[in-house]
């Protein structure tokens, strides 16, 4: 017998994780590992090592890179199309692999001759974060047109010990609700057709093994950086692994290709790690540093933020935002947004989207005197727009009805009132550019705040099909003309809080709104789900108004200020109507985050749990070894204790040959609810200039002394390696 002849590999290699695929003659590159980095690949084929079972087809059928439907693989396939109900099987024959850097970007192209495709995958391992990208292309090149029903952008392989699966639900006001599966034989999928990423199917999740903490332990997690429809499923396989796929969820007839044309899908942003969820939330968080756009080339201190959106509404008149910007400013405000009610006709939300320019009854000469007056305050200016949307009362609907997304004879839906244009639409496009390039040209505009606030239906284009995928590419160019006319101008993206944050519309936006519920209790929990796939700068994290508008909840000014200061600090309420003692305690906070935000938005974020109702994240830089130097700490109790007395907190990240000083920060004029009394002289030590000086080891397994304290406050301390 002649001897089988050793197999090929393709593999990428990142600092701490492999991938690592077979080259099989004439098939598809089989799926062999993904996981902790490997010295070298294995030393013989899959089909060399695996007896096949009885009643089973003669040849072996393992996961490939695209599994295809109707030639013998009986799982989820990365690829369902036909030609008016022919070719609806595909086999790919012919495998091209081209690096363009080896062992870390390559693209495997694959042809069916037969079915007349050609599919490329594009993989990429960064070497420093382990974030491994994908994405697919299809080109038609048949004479007759493809219908694709179904394109992943990528298919990944899991390990047999993957075990539950960790996803976010949730609804405005109540994003980022954590939901935990244990996989099983049956499968698991999450799909939005909302048109959005949606607040309630975040398109990405976290697969853990037995084992996985928040800071150990083998975790995997995918993203899909997409606005639009999605699509992710967890299948089972038979030998005991699984496969796990992502992509955008077609609407009928938006996959149709005519002869020659070609499909991309949307990018996945892939990472496993062995440091548990917060190893892998670093690599998410450095992948996304590195592609943010920002203007000028780099991020710069993140900006105090006062929107007027809860301190006024619709009601904004010149005399009393000026009113607003100047208590803005004496507190310590930075940039002064001025949300939805600006514009003509605006003063409520039945009427006047669509119509960008200044309201005659409101600003008679126009935006320039206030924003002259914000400039010199010493603060930058922004303005909100909603330019995908439209209410039937308004002038544009007027002259363009035909402009909104509608199907024939269907009636039109609306949502706040509001419809949504077609901006796929050169005309349309063009229009709104024209408006918002208008204002930013007249004046120093430096922010947008770009709003979203409703699911697309009836998102008929002009000629009857489907819009969905057309719209979210439409708003994806728009945003890049914007940016690429006004370089200097930050965009924010908001969509009724919370539904439309991904890694797709950040190529475009350096801040995400990241819920409409500022009730700071609320937050903590949406603020720790945002933050295992998102750095805290991008975060927009607000002091609201002491009575919670969304919830109606009232907290201490010293907990909503400290809830807000774990990421993009900012200020929505009516800063004219605070107390004296209420004005001077929140540009303390300020001034407090103005110091520290240096630390906040670079390094690392960790976050833990005590099951005694408290919640921790720590914010720090680590050295070569791995272990932390600087670290601030922010540790919330969101429940009365359970305890008699409160547990320690064990601190994972400090270096256990070091000593650490240790000081609690609390800024001047923080009132204290009644009953935070800690008498024990531990933090009286705390609270002196010196702090207290104590081993990194103690503190990594016995744990840091936490005070006895009442529900919704917070603890803050700043340890230092000496």
Same mark, same amino acid.
Request: proline share 7%; with cysteine.
């Given at each position: 017998m002649t001897a089988a002849k050793p197999p090929k590999y393709l593999s990428l290699h990142g600092q701490n994780t492999s991938l690592v695929l077979e080259l099989p003659v004439g098939e598809a590159p089989i799926w062999r590992y993904w996981g902790p980095k490997l010295r070298d690949e294995a030393p013989h084929g899959l089909?060399?090592?695996?007896?096949?079972?009885?009643?089973?087809?003669?040849? &072996?059928?393992?996961?490939?890179?695209?599994?295809?439907?109707?030639?013998?693989?009986?799982?989820?396939?990365?690829?369902?199309a036909h030609r008016n109900g022919q070719a609806f099987a595909q086999a790919f024959t012919q495998c091209d692999v081209h690096w363009d850097v080896p062992e870390q970007s390559v693209r495997v192209v694959l042809t069916d001759p037969l079915a007349a495709i050609e599919l490329t995958v594009h993989l990429s391992m960064d070497r420093q974060s382990d974030v491994l990208t994908m994405k697919s292309s299809l080109r038609n090149l048949g004479d007759t047109a493809l219908d694709v029903q179904w394109l992943a952008a990528g298919t990944l392989l899991l390990p047999a010990q993957a075990q539950n699966v960790r996803s976010y639900a949730g609804q405005h006001n109540h994003e980022f609700l954590l939901q935990t599966d244990k996989l099983s034989r049956s499968l698991w999928r999450?799909?939005?057709?909302?048109?959005?990423?949606? =607040?309630?199917?975040?398109?990405?999740?976290?697969?853990t093994t037995d084992g996985t903490t928040e800071s150990a332990g083998l975790v995997y997690g995918a993203h899909l950086a997409w606005s639009g429809n999605h699509q992710q499923t967890i299948e089972w396989l038979h030998d005991a692994q699984y496969q796990w796929q992502m992509g955008e969820w077609l609407a009928p007839g938006e996959g149709l290709l005519a002869a020659g044309a070609g499909l991309q899908t949307p990018e996945i942003v892939a990472s496993c790690s062995t440091q548990g969820l917060n190893g892998l939330a670093a690599n998410f968080h450095a992948e996304l540093r590195q592609r943010l756009n920002?203007?000028?080339?780099?991020?710069?201190?993140?900006? /105090?933020?006062?929107?007027?959106?809860?301190?006024?509404?619709?009601? /904004?008149?010149?005399?009393?935002?000026?009113?607003?910007?100047?208590?803005?400013?004496? /507190?310590?405000?930075?940039?002064?947004?001025? &949300? &939805?009610g600006w514009f003509h006709g605006r003063h409520h939300d039945r009427a006047a989207l669509g119509d960008w320019w200044p309201d005659e009854s409101k600003f008679p000469q126009g935006l320039g005197d206030l924003v002259s007056h914000v400039n010199a305050l010493g603060m930058e200016f922004g303005l909100w727009f909603e330019p995908e949307m439209i209410n039937p009362d308004s002038d544009l609907y007027r002259a363009h009805p035909d402009w909104a997304l509608q199907l024939a004879g269907r009636p039109l839906i609306t949502a706040r009132n509001q419809l949504v244009l077609d901006i796929s639409r050169p005309e349309v496009s063009d229009y709104l550019f024209v408006k918002i390039d208008a204002l930013l040209s007249a004046q120093p505009i430096r922010y947008i705040k770009w709003d979203h606030n409703r699911d697309l239906t009836t998102a008929g284009l002009h000629d009857g099909t489907a819009g969905y995928r057309a719209q979210v590419h439409a708003a994806y160019a728009l945003f890049a003309r914007i940016r690429a006319a006004h370089p200097e101008v930050e965009i924010e993206s908001c969509s009724g809080g919370g539904g439309r944050i991904d890694f797709g519309v950040l190529r475009h936006t350096h801040r995400v709104w990241t819920s409409d519920c500022i009730d700071a209790l609320s937050r903590v929990d949406i603020q720790r789900g945002f933050l295992q796939f998102f750095p805290p700068e991008i975060m927009g994290a607000h002091v609201g108004s002491a009575r919670a508008h969304t919830?109606?909840?009232?907290?201490?000014?010293?907990?909503?200020?400290?809830?807000?200061?774990?990421? =993009?600090?900012?200020?929505?309420?009516?800063?004219?109507?605070?107390?004296?003692?209420?004005?001077a305690e929140l540009k303390a906070w300020i001034q407090m985050y103005k110091g520290l935000r240096d630390r906040l938005h670079h390094g690392q974020v960790w976050q833990g749990a005590i099951d005694d109702g408290i919640v921790w994240q720590a914010h720090g830089d680590v050295d070569v070894t791995g272990m932390a130097s600087d670290v601030l700490l922010l540790v919330y109790r969101t429940q009365p204790t359970n305890h008699r007395y409160t547990p320690r907190l064990p601190l994972p990240m400090l270096d256990t040959q070091a000593n650490y000083r240790l000081q609690q920060l609390l800024p001047e004029g923080t009132v204290l609810p009644t009953g935070q009394h800690n008498t024990a002289p531990f933090f009286d030590a705390l609270n002196a200039a010196d702090g207290?000086?104590? &081993?990194?080891?103690?503190?990594?397994?016995?744990?840091?002394?936490?005070?006895?304290t009442q529900a919704e406050t917070a603890f803050i301390v700043r340890m230092t390696r000496v």
């Open positions: 089909r060399a090592s695996r007896p096949l079972p009885s009643f089973m087809l003669d040849l &072996d059928q393992p996961l490939t890179l695209a599994p295809s439907f109707g030639v013998g693989w009986f799982g989820q396939s990365a690829l369902l999450r799909e939005s057709r909302r048109g959005r990423t949606s =607040h309630d199917c975040f398109p990405g999740a976290v697969v920002w203007p000028g080339g780099q991020m710069r201190p993140r900006p /105090v933020h006062l929107n007027t959106w809860e301190g006024f509404y619709f009601d /904004v008149y010149p005399d009393k935002v000026k009113e607003l910007a100047t208590a803005a400013a004496a /507190v310590g405000v930075e940039r002064f947004v001025l &949300d &939805d919830t109606g909840r009232t907290q201490s000014m010293a907990f909503r200020a400290a809830v807000a200061l774990s990421g =993009h600090f900012g200020v929505e309420l009516d800063a004219r109507i605070l107390s004296e003692a209420d004005a207290v000086v104590l &081993d990194g080891g103690w503190l990594r397994h016995a744990g840091l002394p936490l005070p006895r």
